[in-house]
């Protein structure tokens, strides 16, 4: 059974600071998924990574993944209270499971002034 | 160009009551899938579906729980006899048919809150 882990679950930091959250998982995947949710909102698509080694860069936030290590990284880079919200992780099975992807817990992120 | 649309956006049932909640995929779409999110927790498939046929039910309660995407229309999660902890966010995503393309993203719609009263 793929299992998704995120750490921290809960990151409280001051604007300006960088940090990074951690996504690993436990089995081989071709996608792995970066999404943002406000209260009471939807997912809001954030990163596609498909290859190991693949990163990409939207604003302060930056994806990797390294599929040997499971592991995919988002780094937040100078961050502003904007980027307050839960991230989540989230991975594509088989094959056979369509686009069906596995979440991890989420990382409640609050960025204080 | 509509997303996935979902209703209805909210929904209070009484125990004991049915609810059903209804997702249309984005135009063109013929993957559907159904999540569940409790407060304060990460999203859970429950069911995988294509049009008239589930593909995996794995994560879907065996009791109470049933869904069905038809040739026409929306895809319908319904949930009988509502008890407390059926209170979550339901979010349905869809995927576009394409043969032998497996890194098709899933476009989620805006969520259906179920209260349990």
């Known amino acids: 059974e793929l299992k998704v882990e995120q750490n921290p679950l809960f990151l409280s930091m001051q604007e300006g600071k960088n940090y990074t959250i951690y996504c690993n998982y436990s089995?081989?995947?071709?996608?792995l998924y970066w999404y943002r949710q406000d209260p009471g909102k939807s997912l809001e698509s954030l990163f596609v990574?498909?290859?190991?080694?693949a990163v990409k860069q939207e604003g302060r936030l930056m994806a990797s993944l390294d599929t040997k290590a499971r592991l995919s990284t988002l780094h937040i880079t100078a961050a502003v209270h904007d980027l307050s919200a839960t991230y989540f992780c989230?991975?594509?099975?088989?094959?056979?499971?369509?686009?069906?992807?596995?979440f991890g817990e989420g990382t409640q992120l609050t960025v204080n002034p | 160009n509509a997303g996935v649309m979902q209703n209805p956006r909210h929904l209070v049932r009484r125990r004991g009551q049915e609810a059903r909640l209804r997702c249309s995929p984005v135009?063109?779409?013929?993957?559907v899938y159904w999540y569940r999110q409790l407060p304060e927790e990460g999203l859970k498939f429950m069911v995988y579906?294509?049009?008239?046929?589930?593909?995996?039910e794995s994560g879907m309660p065996k009791e109470r729980f049933s869904a069905e995407f038809p040739k026409e229309g929306p895809s319908i999660l319904r949930i009988q006899q509502v008890v407390r902890g059926d209170s979550a966010a339901y979010f349905c995503?869809?995927?576009?048919?394409?043969?032998?393309?497996?890194?098709?993203?899933?476009?989620f719609g805006q969520g259906t809150r179920l209260t349990v009263v």
């Open positions: 995503a869809s995927s576009p048919v394409r043969e032998l393309v497996w890194n098709t993203e899933a476009f």
């Open positions: 089995t081989t995947s071709d996608r």
């Open positions: 990574l498909l290859s190991n080694g």
């Open positions: 989230a991975v594509g099975r088989t094959k056979t499971s369509g686009s069906r992807l596995t």
């Open positions: 135009k063109g779409h013929s993957h």
């Open positions: 579906l294509q049009k008239e046929n589930i593909i995996d």
